[in-house]
């Protein structure tokens, strides 16, 4: 199993974390995303993940890399 951590902005509320796991649950491969409000941290545990694919995601979202 992969992980891969980020540091994002803009999480500021449950519903931020609701919106980057949902979102970031959909790509192939992922089997868990962890995220703390506190830190601004991101953490996704998969097969085969792709950074690339991971950060470009979040900014998606709305949740840049920072």
């Known amino acids: ?7 994002v902005q803009n999480v500021k509320c449950g519903g931020c974390v ?3 796991q949902d979102g970031l ?3 192939p491969g992922i089997d ?3 995220v703390s409000i ?3 941290e991101v953490k996704v545990e998969g097969e085969d993940l792709s950074r690339e ?3 470009a ?3 998606e979202l ?3 890399e920072a």
Do not use: N, Q
Request: aromatic fraction near 8%; proline fraction near 4%.
């Open 38 to 40: 506190e830190g601004g």
């Open 57 to 59: 995601k979040l900014g």
């Open 18 to 20: 609701k919106a980057i």
């Open 1 to 7: 199993m992969a992980v891969e951590e980020f540091k």
């Open 32 to 34: 868990s995303v962890e």
């Open 62 to 64: 709305g949740y840049p």
């Open 25 to 27: 649950t959909e790509l």
């Open 53 to 55: 694919s991971l950060s």
